[in-house]
C-alpha cells in the first residue's frame, strides 16, 4: 500500500464551480500536510500548510485534515482557468522525509 | 513564503559531458535540501536528500557516482549530471526545509536537461 493515494484525474470543470481534491494515507503518524500547485513545466508552488486536524482557509483555497479518517482535501472557491493546474499534497512526520501525492491534473473550462 | 532559486532553468549538453544545476534557498538557511527527477505526467521521484557538510542520502536505484550531489553550505546545493546521456533527458527539481516556516519545503523553478 502507498503512503499517500491521490486520484490523478483528470478532473475538468466549469468556470466558477467548487473543487475538490483529495489525499488518504496509511501513516496516522503524519502531522504535517501540504498542497502544492504545479503549472506545467514548472517546480511546485506550495498552496496550503496545516499542522495536524482541522480547517485552514487562505482566500479561495480551504485545507482540511481529518487525521482520524487519514483523508485531506484542497477546496477550491469560484475557480479560474488559471487555476488549471496539478495539486500535489504532501505530507510528513518530522519534516525530514516527505511523501508525496501521484497529483491530479486540474482543468477549469471558460 | 521562502523562495528557493534554480539554475539553469533549461540547458542542452553533448552525450558524454558533465552539467552541474544549482539550487539556492533565497532568504532561508536549509540544512536539508532534496532533488527529484519528474517525467512528463509522472509525480516527483525523489533522487536524494543532501544535507549540509555531509555526504547525500540516495534512494535506492539512484547511482551517486553519477548524479553527484554538493551541499557545501546552508543556502547552497548543486547536482551534477556526469558523462550524461540522453536518458538522463528529464526536469529535475529541488526543494528545501524551511525552518522558519514549520516542517514544509518549498521548491526550486525546476531545470530541464536535455541530453543530445
Known amino acids: 500500500q502507498k503512503e499517500v493515494e491521490q486520484d490523478p484525474g483528470p478532473l475538468s470543470v466549469p468556470e466558477g464551480a467548487i473543487v475538490s481534491l483529495n489525499c488518504t494515507y496509511s501513516n496516522s503518524a503524519f502531522q504535517y500536510f501540504m498542497w502544492y500547485r504545479q503549472y506545467s513545466r514548472k517546480g511546485p508552488e506550495l498552496l496550503m500548510y496545516t499542522y495536524s486536524s482541522g480547517n485552514k482557509e487562505d482566500g479561495r483555497f480551504t485545507a482540511q485534515v481529518d487525521k482520524s479518517s487519514k483523508y485531506i482535501s484542497l477546496f477550491i472557491r469560484d475557480s479560474q482557468p488559471s487555476d488549471s493546474a496539478t495539486y500535489l499534497c504532501?505530507?510528513?512526520?518530522?519534516?525530514?522525509?516527505?511523501?508525496f501525492g501521484t497529483g491530479t491534473s486540474l482543468t477549469v473550462i471558460p | 513564503g521562502a523562495v528557493v532559486s534554480q539554475h539553469p532553468s533549461r540547458v542542452i549538453c553533448k552525450s558524454g559531458t558533465s552539467v552541474k544545476i544549482e539550487c539556492r534557498s533565497l532568504d532561508f538557511q536549509a540544512t536539508t535540501m532534496f532533488w527529484y527527477r519528474q517525467f512528463p505526467k509522472q509525480s516527483l521521484m525523489l533522487m536524494a536528500t543532501?544535507?549540509?557538510?555531509?555526504?547525500?542520502?540516495?534512494e535506492q536505484g539512484v547511482e551517486k557516482d553519477k548524479f553527484l550531489i554538493n551541499h557545501a553550505s546552508l543556502t547552497l546545493s548543486t547536482l551534477t549530471v556526469t558523462s550524461a546521456h540522453p536518458e538522463d533527458s528529464s526536469f529535475y527539481i529541488c526543494?528545501?526545509?524551511?525552518?522558519?516556516?514549520?516542517?514544509?519545503?518549498?521548491f526550486g523553478e525546476g531545470s530541464w536537461l536535455t541530453v543530445v
Open positions: 543532501s544535507n549540509e557538510g555531509s555526504k547525500a542520502t540516495y
Open positions: 526543494s528545501a526545509i524551511s525552518p522558519d516556516s514549520g516542517n514544509t519545503i518549498y
Open positions: 504532501a505530507m510528513t512526520r518530522t519534516g525530514n522525509q516527505f511523501y
